[in-house]
């Protein structure tokens, strides 16, 4: 028995066998009294054998391999939050949002209040991010009241992270309320202010891409607000930017209308028309907005802005090789009395010439009398 004992601790496998074969036997050889109340040895051995096995599991502990169940569940006995390492609350909050377990997220944090303990700053910051993407300014204001009791300086040092409740209120629709809680960040800490000024272009960028023409009512009166009582233009510049590249009519008359009213927006455009046409036909290819620029710049009288950047539209055509396109800037160019660089005017010509070369072989030459030009 101490042999077989030996070898069943060793190998589990052994075990596993001789239960099996024990099984199979048993029929056979049980005497009619067998069956009876007490318990024989190898009964107990079996039963000291299987719990030696699950103290062995139990000690185990991975927190990368467990489920929310392990922590949450009412089947299982509730985890001591206070005996739990900052890596261990970690995971336990990274795995409730991967879920979208929310209500259990708001549990678990209201436990770590109770008790003091510490998530980690990265890990905060994410679970913050998502919610205030998410739009669910509730959760947020949760993680608030956490971060205010668990680490005050943590709270104070990121503005009290009222710039993800501004952001959560905007993105679930309320976008007075949330641009209101943003402009009062803005105004309490100065040394945020760059980074609110992100947040404020994300904000914008979201609402015109998503078509929220109430939004867009909303963000006017807040950038031109920023621009006008603050002297902050980076938002109203923005907010241009965006309506003004929009493929939308709607979004394009908006930016006519900013453009219009402000003549610091105005400015603004008249030193950075060449970089804004520059950036928008190397990285969207959009023709018809440095077209609508180009109109604009006619419109205010800005004729030496409205020459640099007809020369990088023209530029552009050549390098597509837009015979129409640049023919039409020639003829433009002619009638304002504008001149284009000598090299543009060059490799215009040669285009010309190339184009004419590659007609001569492919077509019959046509007579000296009826031959046109055309583009």
Same mark, same amino acid.
């Given at each position: 028995?101490?042999?077989?004992?030996?070898n069943f601790?060793?190998?589990?496998?052994?075990?596993?066998?001789?239960? &099996?074969s024990?099984?199979?036997?048993?029929?056979?050889?049980?005497?009619?009294s067998? &069956?009876?109340?007490?318990?024989d040895?190898?009964?107990?051995?079996t039963?000291?054998?299987? =719990?030696?096995?699950?103290?062995?599991?139990?000690?185990?502990?991975?927190?990368?391999?467990?489920s929310?169940?392990?922590?949450?569940?009412?089947?299982n006995?509730?985890?001591?939050?206070?005996k739990?390492?900052?890596?261990?609350?970690?995971?336990?909050?990274? $795995?409730?949002?991967?879920?979208?377990?929310?209500k259990?997220?708001?549990e678990?944090?209201?436990?770590c209040?109770?008790?003091h303990?510490?998530i980690?700053?990265?890990?905060?910051k994410?679970?913050?991010?998502?919610?205030?993407?998410?739009?669910?300014?509730?959760?947020?204001?949760?993680?608030q009241?956490?971060?205010?009791k668990?680490?005050?300086?943590?709270y104070?040092?990121?503005?009290?992270?009222?710039? &993800?409740?501004?952001?959560?209120?905007?993105?679930?629709?309320?976008?007075?309320?949330?641009?209101?809680?943003?402009t009062?960040?803005?105004?309490?800490?100065?040394?945020?202010?760059?980074?609110?000024?992100?947040?404020?272009?994300?904000?914008? =960028?979201?609402?015109?891409?998503?078509?929220?023409?109430a939004s867009l009512?909303?963000?006017?009166?807040y950038?031109?607000?920023?621009?006008?009582?603050?002297?902050?233009?980076?938002?109203?510049?923005?907010?241009?930017?965006?309506?003004?590249?929009?493929?939308?009519?709607?979004?394009? %008359?908006?930016?006519?209308?900013?453009? +219009?009213t402000?003549?610091?927006?105005?400015?603004?455009?008249?030193d950075k028309?060449?970089?804004?046409?520059?950036?928008?036909?190397?990285? +969207?290819?959009?023709?018809d907005?440095?077209?609508?620029?180009?109109?604009?710049?006619?419109?205010?009288? %800005?004729?030496? +802005?409205y020459?640099? $950047?007809? =020369?990088?539209?023209?530029?552009?055509?050549?390098?597509?090789?837009?015979?129409?396109?640049?023919? +039409?800037?020639?003829?433009?160019?002619?009638?304002?009395?504008?001149?284009?660089?000598?090299?543009?005017?060059?490799?215009y010509?040669?285009?010309?010439?190339?184009?004419?070369?590659?007609?001569?072989?492919?077509?019959?030459?046509p007579?000296?009398?009826?031959?046109k030009?055309?583009f």
């Amino acid at each position: 028995m101490n042999k077989l004992a030996v070898n069943f601790t060793k190998n589990p496998l052994f075990y596993l066998r001789f239960l &099996y074969s024990a099984q199979r036997i048993a029929p056979i050889l049980r005497p009619s009294s067998y &069956y009876t109340t007490t318990v024989d040895a190898m009964d107990a051995f079996t039963i000291e054998l299987l =719990q030696r096995h699950r103290i062995k599991v139990k000690s185990s502990f991975d927190i990368n391999s467990l489920s929310i169940r392990y922590f949450m569940d009412t089947e299982n006995p509730p985890k001591d939050v206070t005996k739990m390492t900052v890596e261990e609350l970690d995971a336990i909050v990274l $795995v409730l949002v991967s879920k979208n377990k929310d209500k259990k997220l708001t549990e678990f944090i209201l436990e770590c209040t109770e008790a003091h303990k510490n998530i980690s700053d990265i890990t905060l910051k994410k679970v913050f991010r998502h919610y205030s993407v998410a739009g669910k300014p509730d959760i947020v204001e949760i993680l608030q009241k956490y971060c205010v009791k668990v680490d005050p300086c943590v709270y104070k040092r990121n503005g009290e992270f009222m710039h &993800y409740l501004a952001k959560s209120q905007c993105m679930k629709g309320n976008s007075d309320k949330g641009l209101s809680i943003l402009t009062s960040c803005y105004k309490k800490n100065e040394g945020l202010r760059s980074f609110y000024r992100v947040i404020f272009r994300e904000l914008i =960028q979201d609402s015109v891409l998503n078509r929220s023409e109430a939004s867009l009512v909303i963000f006017k009166k807040y950038v031109t607000m920023f621009s006008e009582e603050m002297g902050d233009h980076y938002p109203l510049v923005c907010f241009w930017h965006l309506c003004w590249s929009s493929s939308w009519f709607s979004d394009q %008359m908006l930016a006519n209308e900013l453009l +219009e009213t402000s003549t610091t927006l105005q400015d603004i455009v008249k030193d950075k028309a060449t970089a804004f046409s520059i950036s928008i036909l190397r990285q +969207e290819y959009n023709e018809d907005a440095v077209v609508r620029l180009l109109q604009s710049l006619l419109k205010y009288d %800005m004729l030496t +802005e409205y020459a640099k $950047v007809l =020369q990088v539209l023209f530029g552009y055509k050549l390098r597509k090789r837009d015979v129409r396109g640049c023919t +039409e800037i020639i003829r433009n160019c002619e009638v304002l009395g504008i001149a284009l660089p000598s090299d543009q005017q060059g490799r215009y010509i040669k285009m010309l010439i190339d184009g004419k070369q590659s007609d001569k072989t492919t077509t019959v030459k046509p007579s000296s009398k009826n031959f046109k030009l055309k583009f």
